[in-house]
Structure formats: structure tokens, C-alpha cells
DNA sequence: TGTTTAACATACAGTCTGTCTGTATCTGTT
DNA sequence: AACAGATACAGACAGACTGTATGTTAAACA
């Protein structure tokens, strides 16, 4: 069994990742210990430290995986070409089934901005949701005096459909999120 | 030096919840120790353990009352009587006023979560500003068809309120938040 | 092929949390 | 007022966890 160095360490940090995943997502960071990681993982403790920094820089590359997962899933639902609003409303409802996945809301909305940081949940969001939401209002509001208020509104709007996904996760009704957010992005362009 | 068992207790919660605050708010949750606690204090681990059944219950109750503070700042900024868009838009500043206040958006809005759960974050988001809001809301749509939804948009803005605190704190215009949230709440009214 | 370096495993030190036990002060009762 | 019980702490203790330091094996390279 011989492999080469790279591939070892690739499918190690995979490993670790996954495990800190699987036990992040059912416990929580703060309740996960390292010695549980990397039993699921089949390793020690000295492979997760050689990877990582500490447990924080692991929970950090969970943390962007699943972001990054998340921003591929809302991208594969295609946003047909009907308009800047219609596309805003498929891409927050593509963001509510990504979100759906278990333990999504809880890595990206509860413990990353406590274990993270809000400057680090900032630039990760930046690359996800924000980024399409704001290309999306400025389509929406190319035509209106206050253009250049999309960023600002991207930052708003996307903070409230993270707790449109924590709520619908409760077992809110999901349409009358969907609606209640519609009626937002309508009242900008009337 | 004779005190009632009542007094010694209520002073003795005061100054571990004190110290508290004041630690996780510089330190943030997590990096704080609870023997770092009892000894700005000036007492020992015993009194700690013996007001509160452990590290978070202690959290719990700085957050609690710092959410109540926050509630008595908003309700201290009268509401004059300007009609419902005006009290919703003068809330809002009042928030953002008492969200200024150093640590307050570490507390309830990144550890808080994190260390208490939603639910129980919601619960208290519910007593404070989400209900002040919702009522101005009511306000505003009475007339219009969508009023049922004051609640469901109640909490999605509060949501949007409270990353707007988290920008303005990172350094980001207070006012171009204050002018995206009026044009999100004429636009339901339009 | 020998030497350096990367990829781990194992041992260790320090700290923290929650509990348990002990002591002094207060409270209620007779 | 004195005693019994409860309350309010202080201090000691056990277990667990984090990060580091050291050791060992296998790959990389010259």
C-alpha cells in the first residue's frame, strides 16, 4: 500500500473535516472535543494538529466547505432568465432548500459568528449569498434613483433570510417567509 | 457588620452577573474562565456555583439583563405620536442607539445565539425589540391586505436591524442603514 | 542510497469545569 | 435566648480537554 504524500494528506484533512462536520452539526462546537474527532475520523490527535492549527482553524474549514457547498447548490438552480425579480425570488428559495440541509443553519448562522467571528462570517457570506443577492437588486434597481443603496440592501435582506432559515428550520411555514420576502423586494420598486 | 441572608445573595448575584458582563464582553464567551470570573468579583468559585447551576446559566442571565436594559433604552426614546412610520423609524434609531452600547452586540447577537440556542434567543428578541416592531408594523399595514404578516415581517426586519447594528459597530455609515431600512418600510406601504 | 522532510502517533503539562465537602452565618422555633 | 436547620459561601478534588513537545515511520529528493 503505497501512496504518495499528498494523497495522504488530502484524504486526511477530508477525514478530519468530515468527522468535525458530522459531530459540529450534532453538537455543537463548544461540546465537540478533539478526542471525539478524531476517534470518528480513526485517527489521533496528532494528525488533526498536524493538518490544523487548532480546533478552530478545523471548524473554520468545515465552516467555509459548507459555504461554499451551500453558494455551488444555490448556483446549480439555474436562474432562468425571467427578470431580476423573479430571479431574486428563485434564489431565495434555492437558499432556503440549501439551507434545509441539516446542520447548515447551525455551522454558518449560530456557531460560526460566535466561534468565527462577525468579520470572518462576513467575508465568508460575501462569497455565498450576498454576493448573488446584491447582483440581483442592482439588476431590480438599475432603473431607480437609489442604486447604490443595493449593497446595503443585499447586507439587510440577506441577514433576514438567514432567520427566515432558522425559523422555517423551527417549523415556521416556509411560505409565508417567502411571501413576507417578496413583499419586501415588490415595495422597492413600486 | 449584620446582613439578611436576602440582601447578601441579591448583591452577591449582582457582582458575579457584573463581572460577568464584563468579561464576556471583552473576551467573548468562550475565553472566559469562570475562575477569572469569581476573581473580579472578589469572591471564589463556590459563590459562583452556588447562585447559578454553571457557566451558562451565569451567561444567561448577563444576556438577560442586558436585553432588558436594551428594552427599557428603546421604550425610554418616547414614541411620539408621528403616526406608525415614524415611531417605526425612530425605533429603529433608538435601537441602534442602544446596540452603540460596547458589548452589546457580542452578547446577544453572536454568543448569545450560539451559547443559549435560538429558541431561547428568540424568546427574548420576542419580549424586547421583535414586539415593538410588530406592533408598528400592525400599525402601518392595518389598512392594507398583508397585515397578517406583520408578525413574519416583524421578525425578518428585526433580523435585518440586527445586522445592521453588527455593520455599524464594524465601522459601516449608520445612516445609509437607516435610509435602506426606510425605503424597505415604504416600500410595504406604497 | 543516504539524508532530509513530511505525516502522523504518543506522552505530557497546564487549565478548566462541575461536584463534593466543610464551615460560618443567618433564620425560625420553642 | 438557645438550639436546630437551612443558607451562603470557601476550598479541595476528580475528570476531561487543549495545545505542545517528542518520538517514529514512510515518502521525497539529491
Known amino acids: 500500500m503505497r501512496r504518495t504524500n ?17 459531530l459540529f452539526i450534532e453538537k455543537g462546537y463548544a461540546d465537540t472535543s478533539t478526542p471525539e474527532i478524531v476517534n470518528r475520523a480513526g485517527v489521533t490527535r496528532g494528525a488533526l494538529y498536524h493538518h490544523f492549527e487548532d480546533k478552530k482553524d478545523l471548524f473554520r474549514a468545515v465552516v467555509e466547505r459548507e459555504a461554499g457547498e451551500i453558494a455551488n447548490d444555490i448556483d446549480a438552480a439555474a436562474p432562468a432568465d425571467d427578470g431580476p ?21 447551525r455551522l454558518l448562522l449560530l456557531d460560526g459568528p460566535a466561534v468565527l467571528g462577525k ?14 443577492l446584491k447582483h440581483g437588486l442592482q439588476a431590480l434597481l438599475s432603473k431607480s434613483d437609489n442604486k447604490d443603496n443595493a449593497e446595503t440592501l443585499a447586507i439587510l435582506l440577506s441577514a433576514a ?16 417567509y417567502e411571501d413576507a420576502i417578496a413583499s419586501l423586494i415588490d415595495g422597492l420598486t413600486d
Open 6 to 22: 499528498k494523497d495522504r494528506s488530502e484524504s486526511m484533512r477530508q477525514a478530519l473535516i468530515e468527522a468535525g462536520r458530522a
Open 85 to 105: 425579480r423573479q430571479a431574486i425570488l428563485e434564489g431565495t428559495k434555492a437558499y432556503f432548500d440549501a439551507m434545509a440541509r441539516p446542520g447548515r443553519t
Open 119 to 132: 468579520d470572518i462570517m462576513r467575508a465568508i457570506d460575501r462569497e455565498t449569498s450576498e454576493a448573488t
Open 161 to 176: 433570510f438567514d432567520r427566515a432559515a432558522l425559523a422555517i428550520e423551527t417549523g415556521a411555514e416556509r411560505q409565508r
